[in-house]
């Protein structure tokens, strides 16, 4: 079935730092792929998502491209701030008739001022 | 719009209790689900359905119940409360497979 291997964390970054965190998937078929946010307390949100191979997803400066044939959807980010910290969690569903949303074990930004 | 509602917030419970989690959505999403959030292991997968009267089940279904007899509702049940039961649970909801899930604030349950 389909899986997601998610860079561990945590991660700690001063503010304006280059934001990376690795996401590889395994699926059959064409997946879609997606980047949920997770605040303190609270429950996740989408922050960016791809359909097809080559998309590149972007929301609030984050950026991740749908590169199938390395299977990777990398979050990006090119000066954090100190409101970016959370969980963020890479998912994908989809392909070859598996229609649940699988995630990543999600990995944990704290960015210092 | 309301979204997601999920109720209790908070919810503690002795070993062999039962309880049912309610999850409410108004969007008229098909696909809906239910996750438990454990520290260092993401979110997994408990139950799912693709619409009403059709649910599976997810990585770690035991000890779980669902049933989904209007497009709206899709309630948790836990037959027989464990310790191990004692986690964050949310639940999801989709219009389609390959579209923005839409999360409730969950529920955070303690087995005592």
């Known amino acids: 079935g389909n899986s997601v291997t998610q860079m561990e964390g945590p991660v700690t970054l001063s503010e304006e730092a280059f934001l990376t965190i690795n996401c590889t998937y395994t699926a059959t078929g064409y997946p879609s792929l997606f980047w949920y946010v997770q605040y303190p307390g609270e429950g996740l949100q989408l922050l960016l998502k791809?359909?097809?191979?080559?998309d590149k997803g972007s929301n609030k400066g984050f950026e991740a491209t749908y590169r199938k044939e390395t299977t990777s959807f990398h979050l990006e980010k090119g000066s954090v701030q100190v409101s970016d910290s959370a969980v963020y969690f890479c998912?994908?569903?989809?392909?070859?008739?598996?229609?649940?949303?699988?995630f990543g074990a999600g990995t944990t930004v704290t960015v210092r001022a | 719009n309301a979204g997601v509602t999920q109720t209790p917030k908070f919810q503690v419970l002795k070993t062999g209790q039962s309880m049912t989690l309610q999850c409410a959505q108004d969007?008229?999403?098909?696909?809906m689900s239910w996750y438990r959030q454990d520290p260092g292991m993401g979110l997994r997968l408990i139950h799912y359905s693709v619409g009403a009267g059709i649910t599976d089940q997810g990585e770690v279904p035991n000890g779980y119940n669902v049933s989904r007899s209007t497009t709206e509702d899709f309630p948790l049940r836990l037959l027989s409360a464990a310790p191990s039961q004692t986690s964050v649970y949310f639940c999801?909801?989709?219009?389609?497979?390959?579209?923005?899930?839409?999360f409730g604030q969950g529920t955070r349950l303690t087995v005592v």
């Open positions: 999801a909801s989709r219009p389609n497979w390959n579209t923005e899930a839409f």
């Open positions: 791809a359909t097809k191979a080559d």
């Open positions: 969007m008229n999403h098909e696909y």
């Open positions: 998912a994908l569903s989809g392909g070859s008739n598996d229609y649940k949303l699988s």
